[in-house]
């Protein structure tokens, strides 16, 4: 064999031991890269799973009525936790005492009557603001109101094995009667649109906002100020009793005594007897509410002062650290 065989043969040799060293390298440097990326997912998901949820059902007291945006007590809170928490806004003025369970999944919800959908139809009406087609198991209707669930909404509903979507139209503000007035209506998914659909009255509703609730670290509840308990405190605490056994009296809430001037020194008696050391009595006066309801509506120094008792009494309870720098918090970004 020639010299000049023999060194193409080496080269030939070198050339293929280098391409074997390029594609370790690449593939060295591939297992690198998902190595670093499942790292950061699981590094992400795992900041995900620490900052611990915290909603707060209620009703306009909770939405922040008149307040701008971040004024409202849950907002304040999640201030004052700081970045290992993030507090949900769960409140809808004018629902009553009934109806907050129902959308955090306390109670169960059925079609009061059938529901049936022509041939090519989309949406129908199902009920208005007095009566929305929709009841508890214990025949009780709900009144829902026309934010159908903020931060934590109600839809996609699900109607037996099916998914909805609620909508509201018509809606009306009567200023002097405090009242308002919409039409209710139900949508299904435009592919379905083809052939009739019935839907049996007494089928079971299950709200998106049901499933929300469901991995809450801590959950803060006020309800009352709309009606739904007919001036019976037994009842009134058997309600919110309800929403908290959801999860289990062992798992971390609060609930603020209701402080409006008709609810009776004897009710907010029992109602921290009921409650112990989860309920938060909230010193009601003229300063700290708002004009249009002024014993029940709060302003903005009403709310600072609701969620400092709020961050003060979970501490006591040792839900959350009761130092710390208040900060706004930004969740984690997972890319």
Not at 21 to 50: E, P, W, Y
Not at 95 to 104: C, G, Y
Not at 148 to 159: D, E, M, S, T
Not at 253 to 266: A, N
Request: charged residues 20%.
């Amino acid at each position: 064999m020639s010299f000049v065989n023999i060194g193409a043969q080496y080269a030939t040799i070198a050339s293929i031991k280098e391409e074997l060293q390029m594609n370790n390298r690449k593939r060295l440097g591939i297992a690198v890269l998902a190595v670093c990326a499942a790292f950061s997912a699981t590094r992400c998901s795992a900041d995900m799973q620490q900052i611990r949820k915290v909603l707060c059902w209620g009703d306009s007291v909770t939405e922040g009525m008149a307040m701008p945006r971040g004024k409202d007590y849950p907002s304040r809170l999640e201030a004052l936790l700081g970045p290992g928490y993030r507090v949900f806004n769960s409140g809808d003025g004018g629902e009553n005492s009934i109806t907050i369970p129902a959308r955090q999944g306390a109670v169960a919800l059925r079609t009061a009557a059938p529901i049936a959908f022509n041939a090519g139809e989309s949406a129908v009406r199902i009920g208005d603001a007095d009566d929305n087609g929709l009841r508890t198991s214990d025949g009780d209707k709900i009144m829902l109101t026309a934010a159908l669930g903020r931060q934590i909404p109600v839809n996609p509903v699900k109607i037996g094995e099916a998914e909805y979507r609620l909508s509201v139209r018509d809606f009306r503000w009567n200023s002097p009667t405090n009242r308002i007035s919409y039409t209710l209506w139900l949508s299904r998914d435009e592919g379905r649109t083809e052939a009739p659909l019935a839907i049996p009255g007494g089928t079971p509703v299950k709200f998106a906002s049901v499933d929300a609730a469901a991995d809450a670290y801590c959950e803060i509840f006020f309800m009352g100020a709309n009606g739904g308990w007919n001036n019976d405190i037994d009842r009134l605490i058997a309600q919110f009793r309800t929403m908290i056994s959801r999860r289990g009296e062992s798992r971390p809430y609060l609930v603020i005594v209701p402080y409006w001037r008709s609810f009776s020194q004897k009710n907010k008696d029992a109602f921290k007897k009921a409650f112990g050391s989860h309920a938060v009595e909230f010193p009601v006066q003229d300063s700290l509410c708002y004009k249009n309801r002024p014993d029940v509506h709060l302003n903005e120094r009403g709310y600072a002062l609701l969620a400092e008792l709020l961050h003060q009494r979970g501490a006591k309870l040792g839900y959350w650290p009761s130092g710390g720098q208040p900060q706004p918090r930004s969740a984690p970004q997972c890319d």
